[in-house]
């Protein structure tokens, strides 16, 4: 089985500061990682995604995260935030084929609030 | 257009009540989820299909029934036997199974 925990489950930054939404995950297969954001009301869109190669990935919005295997960690950065990023973010890993999970699995989001 | 489409938008349940939650998508898409998603809980599965005509339960099926009897359709009813229905309620697909999931706009249920 597989478990996210986000670590902070609200951020408040001020405008043009940077943010790092904190991610760890356990599983005992290996597992593909996600990013989501959740404006108000409204579905999850995709940020970015770790499936294999570099570590650093890079997403929409100017997002990027960093996969750390020994740490177990997938980290999302922000290195200037504006006030339209204020949103919940997911955190989710589905296991590599035959993990024996078919569902992702979510951490309990982080509500990233911009301050002006 | 390709995307994902979830009617209602906003739905009411009386007591007793079978409602069922409509998920669309034009993305040719194999595997269609249903997630429940309540505040401060993140998301938790309810159902999967990996392909027409199969589906199976994820975490937390009790009270809810689907059907999977066209690709691009995947219908939630959520039955009297859900006892605390009150959530929203995601939809999403992806090209099969462990692979990247794309998401619908919600319906949030609500009992009265």
């Known amino acids: 089985a597989q478990s996210v925990t986000q670590l902070d489950s609200q951020v408040p930054v001020f405008e043009e500061a940077p943010v790092e939404l904190r991610c760890n995950y356990s599983s005992s297969v290996s597992v593909y990682l996600f990013w989501y954001v959740q404006y108000p009301n409204q579905g999850l869109q995709l940020l970015l995604k770790y499936l294999s190669g570099s570590t650093l990935v890079k997403g929409i919005n100017g997002f990027e995260a960093e996969f750390n295997k020994s740490q177990t960690s997938f980290h999302l950065r922000k290195p200037s935030v504006h006030i339209s990023d204020t949103a919940e973010y997911f955190c989710?890993?589905?296991?590599?084929?035959?993990?024996?999970?078919?569902?992702?699995?979510f951490g309990k989001g982080t509500h990233l609030i911009i301050q002006p | 257009d390709g995307g994902i489409t979830q009617s209602p938008k906003y739905l009411f349940r009386k007591e007793g009540q079978n409602v069922t939650l409509s998920c669309e998508q034009n993305?040719?898409?194999?595997?269609m989820y249903w997630y429940r998603q309540d505040p401060g809980q993140g998301l938790r599965l309810i159902y999967y299909?990996?392909?027409?005509?199969?589906?199976q339960k994820g975490d937390i099926a009790e009270g809810y029934s689907v059907s999977r009897e066209k690709k691009e359709s995947f219908p939630l009813t959520v039955t009297s036997a859900q006892k605390n229905p009150t959530a929203f309620y995601l939809c999403?697909?992806?090209?099969?199974?462990?692979?990247?999931?794309?998401f619908g706009p919600g319906t949030r249920l609500l009992v009265l």
């Open positions: 999403a697909s992806s090209p099969g199974l462990q692979e990247t999931q794309y």
């Open positions: 993305l040719n898409h194999d595997a």
């Open positions: 299909s990996q392909i027409v005509n199969d589906f």
């Open positions: 989710a890993v589905i296991p590599h084929s035959g993990g024996g999970a078919d569902g992702l699995t």
